[in-house]
């Protein structure tokens, strides 16, 4: 089973860029669909974006939609979330997940793994 440690949040201005990375460990991480989820303070934790095992399939939730987009590395056993455009109502505890499967959607039920989060901020 692979270990997932997240990096790159942040304090950000609205408006501007910031790009997430997910490390696993172990070597089966191309055997596992991906996906990132938030949480803001007081609420749920929420889907934000998915891909498949080899990238050809990817799933966003409607309110990031042009704006984020999810990729990986299988080479370097890394996941990004890069978003653009921030806004403040981005701000939350992102998290990236592992699930043992080619495909992966919008239901935490569907992963096995989880990372222990990083924060970002936006600022209006």
């Known amino acids: 089973q692979v270990q997932l440690v997240e990096s790159g949040g942040g304090l950000v201005q609205a408006g501007g860029s910031l790009r997430l990375s997910c490390v696993a460990s172990?070597?089966?991480?191309?055997?596992?669909?991906m996906g990132w989820f938030r949480q803001a303070p007081g609420k749920e934790r929420d889907f934000v974006a998915s891909i498949s095992w080899s990238a050809d399939s990817t799933v966003y939730t409607d309110s990031v939609k042009g704006r984020f987009t999810i990729s990986r590395d299988n080479a370097k056993n890394t996941l990004y979330l890069q978003m653009n455009n921030v806004k403040p109502e981005d701000t939350a505890v992102y998290y990236c997940?592992?699930?043992?499967?080619?495909?992966?959607?919008?239901?935490?039920?569907?992963?096995?793994?989880w990372g222990q989060g990083t924060q970002v901020t936006v600022s209006s």
């Open positions: 172990g070597r089966t991480f191309s055997r596992y669909a």
């Open positions: 997940a592992g699930a043992r499967s080619y495909y992966s959607g919008s239901y935490e039920s569907q992963y096995d793994v």
